[in-house]
């Protein structure tokens, strides 16, 4: 990949998931309330063979997570991550078409099955509830079970 690819990647996943998070922050801390949920990926956790870039930043995502629920937590704001798997979407669609591709994808997925987009959005929105007022600093697995395979 250039230079440009890498930096391109970071921008998009990393820089400007800490740009909105210092947007937002001060306005969390004079309420003393907040929930911040990123949405990183499998690949931050196990890496990604040719898409390098993409893991790392959604690593990078991961340890943002965990560094900001460690800062925040004393003005009462949750710091969480849903780290999904394969998940229909329009940046899966190409990959996901080609048989032998969803054949494998399929393979590495415990549950066999990729996600639906509302399979994502649920832990979501229970990260954001009161329902999870004491979990701070977690990545949840949305995925089927694929990283237990990695």
Wanted: proline share 3%; aromatic share 6%; glycine share 10%.
């Amino acid at each position: 990949m250039t230079i440009d690819e890498w930096n391109e990647m970071m921008n998009i996943n990393l820089t400007s998931t800490y740009l909105i998070t210092k947007l937002i922050i001060p306005g969390m801390k004079k309420n003393k309330f907040g929930r911040i949920i990123n949405i990183a990926s499998t690949a931050g956790q196990r890496g990604e063979a040719f898409h390098s870039h993409y893991a790392a930043s959604k690593g990078g995502m991961i340890s943002l997570t965990k560094s900001l629920a460690s800062e925040l937590g004393q003005n009462n704001i949750t710091v969480n991550c849903v780290a999904p798997g394969w998940v229909f979407t329009d940046m899966t669609t190409d990959s996901l078409a080609d048989e032998k591709i969803f054949q494998k994808v399929l393979g590495d997925i415990p549950l066999n099955k990729v996600a639906q987009p509302e399979e994502i959005a649920g832990p979501v929105v229970f990260l954001a509830s009161q329902l999870a007022s004491h979990i701070t600093g977690e990545i949840l697995n949305v995925n089927g079970g694929s990283v237990l395979c990695g």
